[in-house]
């Protein structure tokens, strides 16, 4: 057996080793994998050539935080939101470094991760030039970075979100099926116009040979049903997920509760997945920003209240994007077992707040939380995404322990090992395997 950890110091080195040791299994990011990357022809018959796995300095400097923050420095009345995304990537990419790294020290979250990547990397930025990392970048070949970035962050599995509904992506599972198969790399299903535009989703599955008409009828029941249940073994999808509004409600009547009562749960539950939502976000707030449009908004946890207590046969991941939220739905996960909450999401995912997040939501749910996701959209975002949340759950965590050994409790390194596998990696897998 062994000894006690009862000094501070000797909680706080074993608390970082042991985050540092455990592999994450990231249960939410935007990432795929090379194979996502072969040009395929789209709808209107021309090859699409736009490769869905992004990595390397110029993708890490244009990701989408950042283009809000350039945004702050140079207004859309200097540089018009067109004429940025018309810019060849390395331009964007050189006009953000300039501004937001060169101008003016770059200490917001998302600036700072571009830095712990790269010198995680081992690259040396400190002449600030971008030259030397695009060019190392230039000679890593795909697949193999994929491993190198997995090992670095101490990532042991990347689960994606496979959107059905765009049809770049819809088109790639039908060209290729295996296109999936890579090993590191697990698939979600993502349906999210399911409950944000019915009348879409519907015109699109009946148009792909699933007939469903705007009310949701038997036959429409039946044949919804079918499309979640091809493309779950399509994509070999371990969970089913979806984005909401603020907006969004269950249980007063919209036509959502249909879809959710009729078609989504009852194939969840069959299958035994879970289904995740991700609520508060309300996009397109300025809409020419793109992928940098959306806004934040206050969520009703009510709604979720109410379908975890109406459907204990489905299992429930949920995130919220609201600060404002966080105390309440964690209340909530008190009351259901059959709910998850995840992730500190977005607009969250800063220090201060995952801090002040995540230290509540073990004061309240003790260690049955998934504590965080990357969301990472550029692979190597993998290595700053984990490092930096690695210190601030480490620093939670080391300040619960030493209150726990101030009882007089004993606290083994095995025991801190063993919370911290749940918190990072079992919680999820075990979830869904339940
Ligand atoms: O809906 C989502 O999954 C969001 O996470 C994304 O749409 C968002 O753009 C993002 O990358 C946030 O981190
Ligand atoms: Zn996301």
């Not at 080793?17 to 789209?42: E, G, I, K």
């Not at 399911?194 to 705007?214: I, Y």
């Not at 809409?287 to 429930?316: E, H, I, W, Y």
């Not at 990472?376 to 726990?404: C, F, M, P, T």
Request: proline residues 6%; neutral net charge.
């Amino acid at each position: 057996m062994s000894s006690s950890l009862t000094t501070p110091a000797a909680i706080a080195q074993t608390v970082t080793r042991a985050l540092a040791d455990q592999p994450v299994r990231d249960m939410h990011t935007h990432l795929y994998p090379p194979s996502f990357c072969t040009p395929v022809a789209n709808a209107t018959g021309k090859t699409d050539p736009a490769g869905f796995m992004l990595w390397g300095v110029d993708e890490l400097i244009t990701y989408h935080y950042l283009i809000a923050e350039v945004y702050r420095v140079v207004p859309a009345t200097q540089l018009p939101y067109e004429q940025f995304f018309n810019m060849p990537k390395s331009a964007q990419a050189d006009h953000i470094w300039k501004h937001l790294f060169i101008e003016r020290s770059p200490i917001s979250e998302a600036c700072r991760g571009v830095l712990t990547t790269l010198q995680k990397l081992g690259l040396d930025i400190s002449d600030k030039s971008l030259a030397p990392a695009r060019k190392w970048f230039a000679q890593q070949d795909p697949s193999q970075y994929v491993d190198k970035v997995m090992e670095i962050a101490n990532v042991d599995s990347i689960t994606m979100t496979n959107a059905v509904f765009d049809d770049n992506e819809r088109n790639r599972w039908l060209a290729d099926k295996s296109i999936g198969a890579d090993p590191r790399f697990q698939a979600v299903l993502r349906i999210d116009p399911f409950l944000c535009d019915w009348p879409t989703a519907a015109k699109k599955m009946t148009e792909w040979g699933f007939p469903c008409s705007q009310t949701i009828d038997d036959k429409t029941v039946e044949s919804a049903r079918k499309f979640l249940r091809h493309w779950i073994d399509l994509q070999k999808a371990i969970y089913v997920a979806v984005s909401l509004p603020p907006e969004f409600r269950y249980g007063a009547g919209h036509a959502s509760d249909k879809v959710f009562e009729r078609i989504i749960l009852p194939v969840c539950a069959e299958r035994n997945l879970p289904f995740a939502m991700m609520i508060g976000c309300r996009r397109g707030a300025n809409p020419p920003l793109r992928d940098a449009a959306d806004m934040v908004g206050l969520a009703d946890v009510q709604s979720v209240v109410t379908l975890c207590r109406d459907f204990p046969q489905n299992k429930f991941f949920c995130t919220m994007l609201a600060r404002e939220n966080q105390h309440e739905l964690c209340v909530a996960a008190r009351k259901f077992g059959n709910l998850v909450v995840f992730g500190c999401w977005w607009f969250l995912n800063n220090p201060s707040l995952i801090d002040e997040i995540t230290r509540m939501r073990i004061e309240l749910l003790g260690l049955s939380v998934i504590p965080q996701h990357s969301d990472a959209r550029v692979l190597d975002q993998l290595i700053y995404k984990w490092d930096h949340s690695r210190e601030l759950i480490g620093a939670v965590l080391a300040d619960k322990y030493n209150d726990l050994a101030r009882t007089g409790w004993p606290l083994s390194e095995a025991d801190i090992k063993r919370d911290v596998k749940l918190l990072l990696h079992d919680n999820f897998v075990d979830f869904l395997a339940r």
